[in-house]
């Protein structure tokens, strides 16, 4: 099927999609458009492109070539932002490091990654020394001493960061090169085995840029992002390229605010003073912030804020409703660009009452525009389109990981059947809105039917005096498996396992849970915090493990 | 530079952009949104998506194969639609023939292009009957009687569309291929020569798509587009795939008006009725449109109208903008996919005065996200963005022709030194905005100077009397050109060469033309119509040799 393929004429130019052109060709860079870091430091577009050029010169002197690996450890800042870009465009890759990983992890995933040249910010400089000994490839260290003096280390410091470019010419020639050149890496942390290198090509990135906005822009107002919209990232940006959305903020030509460490006091003073419009975060930070606003010091209405990570509770959104805060879900994972649904309200859409809009607004959305989005079973087939068939998510779009680093079997394992497998169960409504109901692994199958450990968790959470719970499924003999809880209590609250018990009951009633869902009050466990992955996940493995 | 490139795993995915996606995963499809042909027949975009399949089942049945051409020859029909997507998404080639072009233009097009099965529309039937004998390579001819009988005709009819559509399956199954595979072609007519093939692969196709799509979206509310809005296109769908709009708003699920045949009563009443509130056509159809809603019949207000295809004019903008409607122009040609650039008001503009906002509206524009749009003197170097030095448009964008369909010189020349070379002549502002102020070789070389001819024709233009006018350049011994001004009186005006002289001759002490601008007393030429082509563009090759 090679036949009838378009030749094209020698001189034509052949455009490979590189992430230099989400730059060079902005839509911003005939304005004066600005970038800000914590509201301190402002520089506009221009200035931005210049520093992006002196960054590649300055690495250029440092040895890195088209294939190295550049790694990146720092809070969210406009030198990260520059390195989102200076790294990729000049053939290298740039790896963004979970700096909430542990010391052994990140030596693990400096050395898997092959990284070459680290520019570490100086709160990280006291992590990064006590691994030097094992560091396989670093050969230099670049500081971001972020305005303070120079951090005393024995690491093999090439320069400070500012003082690098200062020296360094801004007249780069970004070259051409295949789109399918590796342009950022990192690594997901899955809750058994070592980390594992996700990485995305030039073309990746670009097809999820444009995807992904088109998809952003195109809702008539709400839950939509628009040229004058003031960007404020407050999700990390070694976490999945902060979702991919400085990418076209730059694009667009939005005015973009780097916040630093995140300090809700100050997240919230720079939405006020620069009037942030847009952002994203995990549902832990909406709820820092709201905590933090307390008290009618700021106005938060008209902030339209993607909420990703972990699913937003219909709680959480209304909290967040009450404050004028436009908030909504989106979908994806390490894996998958990451954006691949956003729970956009449909066109036209008049709710029959709030909660249908909180519900829409928390589910996983709808699939974006080129993504083949399936709801399988076993085989691969789609289950009915119902609300209630349970299936895998399952995808092809244009920008997903094509495998992991050195790790064929996962990444087969992964791409079985020739779609991306996201673990992730379930269910489609008729007109197009998907809700997980769990993770594959996290479902409970018992008594010949699966339960949703999330939504029996949603509903532990109703229990006045409770503040957390964790269910999993544990081995039973005669069942398969039998639900288990793990409740955390408020501060000075006494809850009873009957009343948790009684309370799921009413469910049962209802038919909203089926009876295999309620645990029995020896599986009903009080403990004092539930375990989290790095990434504020419940770490499961863990607690099955304690269960054994 | 082929070295750090991504290795899929073996089972992995690797996504082809295929016009498909735009449709099989448009954000309609879980929706009931439809489509309409006049208001007189409705589906929904799932029908649409069953039409589809029948249509590539009913081709298949007539041997058309991967690589097989299929011409379209229709008015703007919901069964045009059908083609722009079931004949590229079944691996073949949709063929949009310019009706407007002669009979033996026609038979040119439609064997240069191998053309084997022709979807005609039964008032083009008696076209096609002149033209049969010499058909090199059709096999086949669907009529598309459009509810009316079947035409008598001794062309081979292999059936009425309708009529094999119902009969087809709509279970077909569109395959992968390589995206760089030919989707669609058609021709450009320039005045000399013959028509030149122009093709987009399915790459280019979705590269457009996504490009304008993002770019039309984006801004916050006016001059765009969002997923309320009615799309009706009043460019023809033969004319560069309706300037490739179609493809967005199925992508983006929008309500889609085909208004079949142009008649002014009737686009007026489908904009009432049907609330249309995005389209795109050329200067004379907004004049006709204006021209038809006089008395106050219909409400205009909140139109959205893209212009193209010729200049958008001061005076045609004002009368526009008056009835409400947002009108403002974009830029592009057939060999660049169509759009580059487009004339959308700036984030937070706030015009100085009507004109200043006209200004903007009617120019060039700005260029669109990834877009290397450059203003080039003749050795291929930047001019300066003064909004005064002159240069050629070059392009390098990810949806450019790769050379015309059997001509290989000229696919060189448009290509001459990698980027592709529009002839037009432009300035750039500081601020990004593009203003075109001639073709290259309208631009008329006199005294050492260039003269642009449409800035002349503009200024002749405000003398009253003056319905239209053309100015060519034509060989002077001493001057090498002198301007030499055709022009065409309203009915029943008298207007005199010297009064022409003296309104030039005012702007040339104002500074804003050069003495050199003014044509002689003799070189101005009454005449009773300019010469158009077939797209109503004036055919100054026919002057030039008329002026010998």
Excluded at 130 to 150: F, N, Q, S, Y
Excluded at 167 to 190: L, V, W
Excluded at 193 to 221: E, F, N, Q, W
Aim: glycine share 8%.
């Amino acid at each position: 099927m090679q036949s009838n393929l378009i030749t094209p004429t020698p001189s034509a130019y052949t455009y490979p999609l590189l992430v230099k052109q989400l730059l060079l060709n902005s839509q911003s860079l005939y304005g004066d458009q600005e970038i800000t870091y914590r509201g301190e430091l402002r520089y506009s577009f221009h200035a931005f492109r210049q520093r992006v050029g002196r960054l590649a010169s300055a690495l250029t002197a440092l040895g890195v070539r088209h294939g190295s690996t550049v790694a990146v450890m720092d809070w969210d800042s406009h030198r990260y932002l520059e390195s989102y870009f200076g790294i990729p465009m000049m053939g290298a890759t740039l790896f963004t490091v979970n700096v909430r990983l542990s010391a052994q992890q990140i030596l693990y995933t400096l050395n898997d990654s092959e990284a070459e040249v680290v520019l570490v910010h100086a709160d990280f400089v006291p992590l990064l020394e006590e691994i030097k000994g094992d560091l396989a490839c670093v050969r230099h260290v670049v500081v971001l001493a972020d305005g303070e003096p120079m951090p005393q280390t024995s690491l093999p410091v090439a320069g400070e960061y500012e003082v690098l470019l200062g020296q360094a010419s801004p007249d780069f020639t970004f070259p051409d090169f295949d789109e399918h050149t590796k342009a950022a890496t990192f690594y997901t942390t899955g809750t058994t085995g070592d980390p594992k290198g996700v990485s995305y090509s030039h073309r990746d990135i670009v097809l999820h840029t444009m995807a992904t906005a088109m998809t952003l822009c195109s809702p008539r107002d709400g839950q939509r992002l628009h040229r004058e919209d003031v960007y404020m990232p407050i999700t990390p940006m070694f976490h999945v390229l902060a979702w991919g959305i400085p990418y076209i903020a730059v694009t667009l030509g939005l005015k973009i605010v780097l916040p630093g460490r995140y300090v809700p006091e100050l997240l919230l003073k720079l939405h006020d003073t620069e009037k942030v419009t847009f952002s994203h975060c995990v549902p832990t930070i909406l709820q820092m912030l709201l905590q933090a606003s307390q008290g009618g010091m700021h106005d938060l209405s008209g902030w339209k804020v993607i909420i990703g990570g972990s699913a937003l509770s219909p709680a959480l959104c209304e909290a967040a409703l009450e404050c004028g805060i436009d908030v909504f879900a989106g979908y994806g994972m390490s894996e998958t660009g990451p954006v691949v649904s956003l729970a956009q309200l449909p066109p036209r859409f008049k709710p029959a009452n709030r909660q249908e809009e909180v519900w829409m607004r928390c589910s996983t959305g709808r699939p974006v525009p080129m993504s083949d989005f399936r709801i399988v079973d076993e085989n691969l087939c789609d289950v009915p389109h119902d609300g209630k068939s349970q299936g895998e998510i399952v995808l092809r779009t244009p920008y997903l990981t094509q495998g992991y680093f050195k790790k064929p079997d996962a990444s087969e394992a992964l791409w079985q059947g020739g779609y991306l497998h996201t673990q992730d169960i379930a269910v489609m409504m008729p007109n197009g809105f998907v809700q997980i109901v769990d993770r594959i692994k996290d479902v409970i199958k018992t008594g010949g039917e699966w339960v949703s450990s999330i939504e029996v968790e949603g509903l532990i959470a109703e229990v006045p005096g409770v503040q957390e719970s964790a269910v999993i499924g544990v081995r039973d003999a005669k069942w398969g498996e039998r639900p288990m809880a793990f409740v955390v209590c408020k501060p000075g609250a006494k809850v009873k396992a009957g009343a948790i018990r009684e309370h799921l009951l009413r469910y049962v009633e209802s038919k909203r849970i089926s009876k295999y869902a309620v645990p029995e009050l020896d599986r009903i466990t009080f403990v004092a915090e539930i375990p989290k992955t790095s990434v504020g996940k419940i770490n499961k493995k863990v607690l099955r493990d304690r269960a054994v």
